[in-house]
């Protein structure tokens, strides 16, 4: 099923890092997709070797293209495609004790008092 070069929404579909084709073409229109530190359009051909690199707020993902697709895969077979080359660090920022995220609650702390409430509501504006 290997292909010489495909379109990189299609690639990123085919290999599960967007749940729809149209949310993958969205983020190369948005400049979020790069080649080669290149922003790229929805239909630019990808190749073997290339360094896809992926901003999806707090964290930028970095893959390497080991093999070419156009069909939708199942999960187990994406680590024949692709090869995931991000960064533990960047990867410890979907964390909620990283910080990334505003208003972490520790976990079994229940629900904020009235007047933690208010405190919030008060830096909030």
């Known amino acids: 099923m290997e292909t010489r070069e495909t379109r990189i929404d299609?690639?990123?579909?085919?290999?599960?890092?967007f749940k729809s084709r149209s949310s993958a073409s969205?983020?190369?229109?948005?400049g979020r997709v790069t080649i080669g530190g290149n922003?790229?359009?929805?239909?630019?051909?990808?190749?073997?070797?290339?360094t896809i690199i992926i901003r999806k707020p707090p964290v930028t993902y970095t893959y390497l293209v080991k093999g070419l697709i156009e069909n939708r895969?199942?999960?187990?077979l994406v680590a024949e495609?692709?090869?995931d080359m991000t960064p533990e660090e960047e990867k410890n920022r979907l964390k909620p004790e990283s910080?990334?995220?505003?208003?972490?609650?520790p976990r079994?702390?229940?629900?904020?008092?009235?007047?933690?409430r208010r405190e919030l509501g008060n830096f909030l504006d």
Do not use: M, N, Q
């Open 81 to 83: 495609f692709i090869t």
């Open 26 to 30: 969205e983020a190369c229109r948005k």
């Open 108 to 116: 079994g702390s229940g629900r904020p008092t009235k007047k933690e």
């Open 73 to 76: 895969v199942g999960a187990k």
């Open 99 to 105: 910080g990334a995220f505003f208003g972490y609650r």
């Open 39 to 50: 922003p790229v359009k929805p239909s630019h051909s990808v190749t073997t070797g290339d």
């Open 10 to 17: 299609k690639y990123l579909w085919a290999v599960r890092l």
